[in-house]
């Protein structure tokens, strides 16, 4: 199933001001310009999907269970990327590890092992 990620534009408030990670110092907010998420988020409309997270397995990169991956497919994955894996019918999100003919699949979490593939197994990544 294709879903239209375009409908319609929404363009957003986005803020001058530069938020500080430490203390926080005083000074006027004003808006800088529009941000319309689909420019910002998606670079390749075709290879673009968006999927929600069920689990805690990559907790330890920060992606939580309920939070929505934007996910595009034409980027190459490469060793150390967390990347959408399908295995057996069934996707699942983990960090790439590759080594000679071994691909390793690392959650970030460490309750769960990882999984390791040889290249004449088949994955979708």
Do not use: W
């Not at 534009?9 to 004003?30: K, M, N, T, W």
């Amino acid at each position: 199933m294709v879903v239209e990620i375009y409908p319609t534009v929404c363009i957003l408030p986005l803020f001058q001001h530069r938020i500080p990670a430490g203390f926080s110092s005083p000074s006027d907010e004003y808006v800088e310009k529009g941000l319309d998420l689909n420019s910002y988020l998606v670079r390749n409309k075709a290879a673009t999907y968006f999927f929600r997270v069920v689990g805690d397995s990559m907790i330890g990169a920060h992606i939580h269970d309920g939070d929505m991956l934007v996910v595009d497919r034409s980027i190459e994955p490469k060793h150390g990327h967390i990347v959408l894996v399908l295995i057996n019918y069934e996707y699942t999100v983990k960090r790439l590890y590759t080594c000679d003919s071994v691909i390793g699949l690392h959650a970030e979490n460490s309750a769960d092992l990882p999984v390791r593939f040889r290249e004449d197994e088949e994955l979708q990544v």
